[in-house]
């Protein structure tokens, strides 16, 4: 359906973004259903821009209502699976219709909404508790290195230089 959508193939787009929707329902593929619908959102979009040129036309309305109706329906799902990115996605594609319909306060409201920021993953705390850990593995493997000097040795006086020395070779 992609290919054809690039291609401004509306008709064949339609039936394929159909087939898979109907495929997704069948099989009960909720997170593939909500691209699917997003995809079908941006079709009518599309097709909407193309008859840009008569705007007062009921084909133009139609097919931005029926790119919010798609819209509304992957967003749905979307919130339901907890997707943050798809969320945000959509809201801004539903922002977008909005601002063509002319209707700027709700698309407002929907990229207020989408651009709210959400930590997907904070790398910060893996790299701290790595750190922490090397440091922790280093001073046991010090402890370990003396108390093997020592017992070979069998002399703390002599233990004493290897142990001092081993901070300084690290």
Do not use: W
Not at 50 to 72: F, P, R, V
Not at 131 to 137: D, H, K, N, V
């Amino acid at each position: 359906g992609i290919i054809h959508h690039r291609m401004r193939e509306y008709g064949k787009a339609l039936d394929f973004y159909t087939q898979s929707l109907y495929t997704c329902e069948k099989n009960k593929v909720f997170k593939i259903k909500g691209h699917v619908l997003n995809s079908l959102g941006r079709l009518y979009f599309d097709m909407a821009l193309d008859d840009q040129d008569n705007k007062s036309t009921a084909i133009y309305n139609q097919s931005l209502d029926k790119a919010i109706q798609y819209y509304d329906q992957s967003l749905k799902i979307k919130r339901e699976q907890k997707d943050v990115r798809g969320i945000a996605n959509t809201l801004g594609n539903l922002a977008t219709v909005f601002k063509e319909k002319g209707q700027y306060e709700v698309a407002l409201k929907y990229y207020t909404e989408g651009m709210q920021i959400a930590v997907a993953y904070d790398s910060s705390t893996f790299i701290e508790d790595s750190i922490r850990e090397g440091l922790i593995s280093i001073g046991v493997a010090m402890v370990l290195v003396v108390v093997v000097i020592f017992v070979f040795l069998g002399s703390l006086r002599a233990t004493l230089i290897p142990a001092v020395a081993i901070p300084v070779s690290l």
